[in-house]
């Protein structure tokens, strides 16, 4: 069992920068894929980064690549989502997710998810 907890979450204007963590309950969590995942109100959860367990492998959905960047600390049990340059199509609850293997870039990829932080950016 991981219980994930993000944080981070806020209100920010257009161009500017977030930074989310999420971090990981137990001993096991280098041997979990992680990923960002979010949802907009009236919209599907959708993909948004993924990085494996060793941090070798990353993987981004295009309307962030350039402006978003995934890293986790093994040691620390976290993994943070950098989003610079933010817009107002990012607003949504983004969500940590993790999986047992390589790679989560879709919903029914994912064991376990967080609850959640709101993002939201005005224009």
């Known amino acids: 069992q991981v219980q994930l907890v993000e944080s981070g979450g806020g209100l920010v204007q257009a161009g500017g920068s977030l930074r989310l963590s999420c971090t990981a309950s137990g001993r096991t969590f280098g041997n979990y894929a992680m990923g960002w995942f979010r949802q907009a109100p009236g919209k599907e959860r959708e993909f948004v980064a993924a990085?494996?367990?060793?941090?070798?492998?990353?993987a981004y959905t295009d309307s962030v690549k350039g402006r978003f960047t995934i890293s986790r600390d093994n040691d620390k049990n976290t993994v943070n989502l950098q989003m610079n340059r933010l817009k107002p199509e990012d607003t949504a609850v983004y969500y940590c997710a993790a999986r047992r293997w390589w790679k989560v870039t879709t919903t029914t990829d994912v064991d376990y998810w967080g609850q959640g932080t709101q993002v939201t950016v005005s224009s």
């Open positions: 990085i494996s367990r060793g941090s070798l492998k990353t």
